[in-house]
């Protein structure tokens, strides 16, 4: 059921192959080109005098920095309308939004191993790519999942989610839930009722399967609106892990990884 | 003081939004309970017309609405200046109350006579509903033909509240 | 106190007290992501990514503007030049924290230029190497619809493009803005 999706998966390819992770507009469009780059862009791309690009502002100029909320909210309103403009029904817009956000939760695993590890190791600021100390990427599931819950949750919504909760049924074992009563991206929005299964935060999910997959955990992740009196706007958002995932899980846990 | 009516019209001139709360009980005055509970009155079996006489449909009260306040709003800019703006007018039935946007949208209330300005009060209808809860809709266009996406659960349920629980 | 630190004052004001703040990659990222999936929906077509992050910035302007003037509760400016200082030092402060320089105007006071030092939607990002972005691609385009969306509302047709861009290689990132006219009020249409 599950098709192989080059697209993205060259995508993270071009992304740790980059010498800038975070390029983002480089990398997206046909990405084996932009590996080949590499080795022939000796012309390359010209850069301003002042050399204000960036490879020469640090990558943390940005980490405390605020912008607008209406900006975001602006911004995202525009991405969920032309969205909407090519899709059919709200499964698919759904699905649209999801691939919006994923190859941000690609460049954003990056930015937070880089930022996890230079807090961690302070002498390693300055050649990140070399480091004695490797990124600590999660191995095991919930690692990962306390990742997400945790310093993702913080670096985009300045605040952990709000739960982080394993399927009960004994049949879907690779099931895990995360819980935000209240996600930024939702704020403005007023679903009308013949579109009430529709959550935008199918962004966000993108983000979290961007995430998921970077670390070599293959996901699908899905938002789901589940208001509760305190919180109209309460979306768990569901991770479904792979197979071979699952798989891998067993052989770590035998050999002892955490 | 009790609430009628309320309009939004936009830079087309088109009214985006229009709302009634039930008619003053004008031919009905025997009770004295001048506050007619706020409920949003269907428009099929409305009564004829806010203030009860012939058989208006909201829209043509719009219409006349639209009408009126333009023609104040211009004779007030030639009369005082550029930067004149009309902001009531009372007649011996009802007071209408108005505010215009730089951006050319005109919010429009009619209250009963006795009421203080609402000039404010539309004011925060604009600010605190309309800006937040259409204008930031992503599901909103980004404007109304037709009225579309002002309609929306969040921002006619805040409304409500906000005329009902703050005004009266 | 001139118009331009006025301006600047109240920018600085509304910044600090009347804005509601995300992180700012959330919205540098997600910008990236815009553009990203125009320049794949278009086939790497960047004069018709151009166009359509110029669309995009329209919609958004018509919009945008209501929330500044909800925010700022600044009333008409009284000429264009209060405009552009207006633009540049409370607009661009409230919306994305920088105050570009408003400079180059032409003797009839219709057409100048905002110089960015600063442009948040760009942090993180490098163009394409593919020999035709740097010459092709506006990757802040947007920012040329906000602005005529947002006057075009407050009866203002005005025209913007980028003339220059750091991530073009360029020393200065520099928008041109030029008043074409102001707009009359509509009337209804079935008027008698």
Not at chain 1, 137 to 154: A, E, K, N, T
Not at chain 2, 44 to 66: C, E, N, Y
Request: glycine share 6%.
């Amino acid at each position: 059921m599950t098709q192989p999706q080059p697209p993205r998966h060259a995508a993270m390819l071009s992304i740790s192959n980059g010498g800038s992770s975070l390029a983002a507009a480089a990398d997206k469009q046909q990405p084996p080109q932009h590996l080949h780059t590499q080795s022939q862009s000796s012309q390359g791309l010209r850069v301003p005098s002042n050399r204000k690009t960036i490879y020469d502002r640090h990558l943390n100029r940005s980490r405390n920095a605020e912008l607008s909320r209406a900006s975001f909210a602006f911004l995202f309103a525009e991405m969920v309308t032309y969205a909407q403009r090519r899709v059919t029904g709200i499964q698919d817009l759904e699905k649209r939004l999801n691939e919006q956000g994923y190859p941000l939760g690609l460049r954003l695993l990056d930015l937070l191993f880089y930022r996890t590890m230079s807090s961690s190791t302070s002498s390693s600021l300055s050649s990140s790519s070399t480091s004695s100390s490797p990124p600590n990427r999660p191995l095991r599931i919930l690692p990962l999942l306390h990742l997400i819950h945790g310093p993702l949750w913080r670096l985009l919504f300045n605040r952990p989610a709000d739960a982080l909760e394993h399927s009960v049924s004994p049949e879907t074992p690779n099931e895990y839930m995360i819980t935000d009563n209240d996600p930024l991206v939702n704020t403005y929005i007023s679903v009308p009722k013949e579109m009430n299964m529709l959550n935008c935060a199918a962004f966000v999910a993108g983000i979290i399967e961007g995430v998921c997959d970077g670390c070599g955990f293959e996901a699908k992740v899905t938002a789901h609106n589940q208001p509760t009196e305190m919180w109209p706007g309460r979306t768990i958002f569901l991770l479904r892990f792979g197979e071979s995932v699952m798989e891998r899980e067993k052989v770590l846990e035998r050999a002892g990884v955490k | 003081m009790v609430v009628y009516s309320f309009y939004i019209f936009d830079r087309h001139a088109e009214c985006i939004y229009k709302r009634r709360w039930l008619p003053r009980p004008s031919s009905v005055v025997a009770s004295k309970s001048s506050r007619p509970t706020s409920e949003a009155s269907a428009p099929a079996t409305a009564p004829p017309a806010i203030l009860g006489q012939s058989a208006r449909t909201t829209d043509d009260d719009a219409k006349l609405i639209f009408g009126t306040v333009f023609s104040l709003r211009n004779m007030a800019r030639k009369l005082g200046g550029e930067d004149d703006n009309f902001v009531t007018y009372r007649t011996s039935q009802y007071r209408l109350h108005y505010y215009e946007t730089p951006t050319n949208i005109k919010f429009v209330m009619l209250t009963d006579i006795k009421s203080p300005s609402m000039r404010v009060a539309l004011q925060q209808i604009y600010i605190n509903l309309y800006v937040e809860y259409v204008v930031k809709n992503p599901l909103s266009p980004a404007e109304h033909p037709g009225g579309v996406g002002v309609n929306n659960e969040l921002f006619e349920e805040s409304l409500e509240q906000f005329v009902t629980r703050v005004l009266s | 106190m001139s118009s331009a630190t006025k301006a600047s004052r109240i920018g600085e004001e509304l910044w600090k007290t009347r804005v509601d703040k995300v992180n700012a990659e959330l919205v540098t990222l997600t910008y990236g992501t815009i553009v990203a999936q125009l320049c794949q929906d278009y086939d790497g077509n960047y004069q018709e990514v151009n166009k359509q992050l110029e669309k995009m910035g329209y919609n958004i302007g018509m919009r945008l503007i209501e929330d500044f003037l909800a925010k700022s509760n600044v009333g008409r400016c009284a000429n264009f030049r209060e405009t552009a200082d207006m633009i540049a030092k409370v607009g661009f402060r409230i919306f994305l924290n920088i105050a570009p320089t408003v400079t180059n105007w032409t003797s009839d006071n219709n057409q100048f230029s905002l110089v960015f030092d600063e442009n948040p939607l760009a942090d993180f990002v490098e163009l394409p190497d593919d020999g035709r972005a740097q010459d092709e691609l506006w990757f802040s385009n947007i920012l040329c619809g906000v602005l005529r969306g947002a006057l075009e509302m407050v009866q203002m047709q005005i025209e913007a493009h980028f003339v220059s861009d750091v991530l073009r290689g360029d020393d200065t990132t520099e928008m041109r803005v030029s008043l074409v006219r102001y707009i009359e009020d509509e009337m209804p249409p079935d008027e008698e």
